[in-house]
Structures are given as structure tokens and as C-alpha cells.
């Protein structure tokens, strides 16, 4: 907890005294870090349970289930698809739902989303396997297309252009959309 990441130096990484590198550090109480660890992950992340937590956190089983459980007062309970699943009481549900995005690789959506099942069809984890000579390397190192938060496909650059893959059928109301990300990665790639 002392180090950090610090300035590359070409291709070797450096590390860092956090304490020093860090203008304005503070110590924070371990116990207090990790509740909002949780806050934080419940915002960006949820709804989830323990075990998705203990999954993208590292902090075990245990640790999980009592973080959870300290902050009962500040979650909500919801069931998805029979799950059930806590939300942090300061969610933004009113959030728009319908989207398209073009997601990079190791996108921090992809990784920490879980459980994936929902998000992950079989028809898309099937294709990964296959560009993957039968494994599944890991969605969070394909470019995925979300459509309304699940991966309807694939989508890369080829030299100069980019091409999309769509395993599951886009929605004709999502054309335009799909149209303006692929305008949008085209600017932010020059």
C-alpha cells in the first residue's frame, strides 16, 4: 500500500513512494477505504452481490460479505432475473438504457461487469471462442459492441477502416447509432 505506479521510463515501469510521488497524500483508515471501495464499485458496477465484488476487488469472501453487510443501511435489494442483487442508494436509475457503443479492449465495463452470463450471449461468447482457436480468451480483451448494455458483437480496425461483426442482429433503430460511434472511434483514432 506504499507504492505505486510511477512515470515510465521507455519500456521499463517504475515504481513509486506514494507518500512522496503524491502531492497531498493522506493516510486513510484501511476499514473506511475499502467501504468506499465499495461505493464506488456498486456505482459503477451495480447492481451486485458479494461474490461479483469479491471477484473484481480481491479482498475475499469474507471481507465482501461484511462490507456489504456494514453498509446495509446505504443499499437497496433488488432482484434481477431471480438474483438477488444490492444497489447503492445513490444509483442513477433514471440513466438512459438504450444505447450502441463500440467498446475497447480491457474496458473497464467489460471486466468488472457481473455476473456476465446476462451481458455475454451464447451466440457471441461462441464467436469469441472461435477467433480464439476454441478459447475463450476473455471478452475483456475483444473490441464489443454493446447494444443497450449487452455484446450483440465484435468490431476491429483494419488498417485503415473499421469493421463491425454483428453475431446477433443490430436493430434497425440502432443503425444511426452505430453509424455516429463509427464516425465517433474514427476521429479519436485521426
Keep these: ?14 515504481f513509486v513512494r506514494a507518500d512522496q510521488w503524491i502531492g497531498g497524500w493522506r493516510e486513510v483508515d484501511p476499514d473506511d477505504a475499502r467501504r468506499e471501495v465499495l461505493r464506488r464499485f456498486l456505482g459503477a458496477y451495480g447492481p451486485a452481490n458479494p461474490d461479483a465484488f469479491m471477484r473484481w476487488s480481491g479482498f475475499g469472501r469474507d471481507v465482501a460479505k461484511a462490507l456489504f453487510q456494514e453498509l446495509s443501511g446505504e443499499l437497496s435489494e433488488v432482484s434481477v432475473e431471480g438474483t438477488r442483487l444490492w444497489l447503492s442508494d445513490d444509483s442513477d436509475l433514471d440513466a438512459d438504457a438504450t444505447s450502441l457503443r463500440l467498446v475497447p479492449q480491457y474496458d473497464p465495463y467489460v471486466i468488472g461487469f457481473r455476473p456476465r452470463e446476462p ?56 443503425k444511426r447509432a452505430l453509424d455516429a460511434a463509427l464516425r465517433a472511434v474514427r476521429a479519436a483514432l485521426g
Design 1 to 14: 500500500g506504499r507504492l505505486c505506479f510511477g512515470p515510465p521510463e521507455g519500456a521499463n515501469v517504475t
Design 119 to 174: 451481458m455475454l450471449p451464447d451466440l457471441v461468447k461462441a464467436r469469441i471462442r472461435e477467433g480464439g482457436r476454441g478459447k475463450l480468451e476473455g471478452v475483456a480483451s475483444q473490441r464489443v459492441v454493446l447494444v443497450d448494455g449487452v455484446a450483440t458483437g465484435l468490431w476491429r480496425r483494419e488498417r485503415e477502416t473499421l469493421a463491425v461483426e454483428h453475431v446477433l442482429p443490430l436493430p434497425r433503430v440502432r
